[in-house]
């Protein structure tokens, strides 16, 4: 199993990203995904996630209204869309999936949002 996050940079608060989680060495379309974040000195938080179909999703407070999770099982992809970024969204950004009750992490990727 792998996970490969790619998307992060600098950024404008105000702007936008889009971060992408490529997967592989799994059924991917038959699993849940869930995009965490850490920042430094804080612990890790969930940001989103989404059920294996993608019928249903689930968001951080903190970023409901800004941020998209979405998937595309025919490119063993999930993505997320980053709007109307803000200072504290800056951290670390991992994908991860739960298979055959083990955890996956991918590497992450970083975001800072600055001026």
């Known amino acids: 199993v792998q996970l490969v996050e790619s998307g992060g940079g600098l950024v404008q608060p105000g702007g936008s990203l889009r971060l992408s989680c490529a997967a592989s060495?799994?059924?991917?379309?038959?699993?849940?995904v869930t995009w965490y974040r850490q920042a430094p000195g804080k612990e890790r938080e969930l940001v989103a996630a989404i059920t294996s179909a993608g019928g249903s999703t689930n968001y951080a407070d903190s970023v409901k209204g800004r941020f998209t999770i979405s998937r595309d099982n025919a490119k063993n992809t999930v993505y997320l869309q980053m709007n109307s970024l803000k200072p504290e969204d800056t951290a670390v950004y991992y994908c991860?999936?739960?298979?055959?009750?083990?955890?996956?992490w991918g590497q992450g990727t970083q975001v800072t949002v600055s001026s």
């Open positions: 991860h999936t739960l298979y055959r009750a083990m955890d996956f």
């Open positions: 060495g799994f059924t991917f379309s038959s699993y849940a």
